[in-house]
């Protein structure tokens, strides 16, 4: 069994940095790890994905080039960093992770572990 807690959210303004993390309670370094976002009103939608090994990443064409995910399987943490933000980036992030690598990453339904989320707000 694996817990998330999401940290690091909170209030910038449009073009600002914020890094979030994810600390997990057991031992993730076999996991493939992922950020999600939930808009209010809209569906949970998939931001990044990281291999077991940190040696793959994957990123939704909305926010490549912007955000970088990263793990540190020694401290059972995986970090989004999010940079030039946008208002549009403005929701509630989560992390998760799955055993599996590749196929239907970007799928909610994929995932088997997630935690509770953390709000980001972008103000323009």
């Known amino acids: 069994q694996v817990q998330l807690v999401e940290s690091g959210g909170g209030l910038v303004q449009a073009g600002g940095s914020l890094r979030l993390s994810c600390a997990a309670s057991g031992r993730i370094s076999s996991y493939a790890m992922g950020w999600f976002r939930q808009a209010p009103g809209k569906e949970r939608e998939f931001v990044a994905t990281?291999?077991?090994?940190?040696?793959?990443?994957y990123y939704t064409a909305s926010v490549k080039g912007r955000f970088t995910i990263s793990r540190d399987n020694a401290k059972n943490t995986v970090y989004l960093q999010m940079n030039s933000l946008k208002p549009g980036d403005t929701a509630v992030y989560y992390c998760?992770?799955?055993?599996?690598?590749?196929?239907?990453?970007?799928?909610?339904?994929?995932?088997?572990?997630w935690g509770q989320g953390t709000q980001v707000t972008v103000s323009s």
């Open positions: 998760a992770a799955r055993e599996d690598w590749g196929a239907e990453a970007t799928m909610t339904r994929s995932w088997d572990y």
């Open positions: 990281i291999k077991w090994s940190g040696t793959s990443t």
